[in-house]
Nanobody, 121 residues
Framework: QVQLVESGGGLVQPGGSLRLSCAAS????????MGWYRQAPGKQRELVAT???????NYQDSVKGRFTISRDNAKNTVWLQMNSLKPEDTAVYLC???????????????WGQGTQVTVSS
């Protein structure tokens, strides 16, 4: 019914940049908050950044000033611009969305499948 598909991951050298995209598709009525999380091997999933429909943004402290989250409500898409990447940013990056489908009055959390980001020289 609903799919979140991430793209843009890859291998980059320290100090480099990547731009992740996440597009939501399906029988979507409305999307509230969209966000990016990451999970490194052996570690718990952690919040990277979130953005509400109104544009209110929250960042994890370690990415402030380096990462920028943005979204296009008309396209049901969220992006994560990542600059000055560090080896410790290496992880699987997953997007999520709190959304309502046309067939329901409830808001539900959906996740994408993730995209690998590796920062290494």
């Amino acid at each position: 019914q609903v799919q979140l598909v991430e793209s843009g991951g890859g291998l980059v050298q320290p100090g480099g940049s990547l731009r992740l995209s996440c597009a939501a598709s399906g029988s979507i009525f409305n999307i509230n908050t969209m966000g990016w999380y990451r999970q490194a091997p052996g570690k718990q999933r952690e919040l990277v950044a979130t953005i509400t429909r109104a544009g209110i943004i929250n960042y994890q402290d370690s990415v402030k000033g380096r990462f920028t989250i943005s979204r296009d409500n008309a396209k049901n898409t969220v992006w994560l611009q990542m600059n000055s990447l560090k080896p410790e940013d290496t992880a699987v990056y997953l997007c999520n969305a709190v959304l309502r489908i046309r067939e329901s009055s409830l808001y539900t959390l959906y996740w994408g499948q993730g995209t690998q980001v590796t920062v290494s020289s």
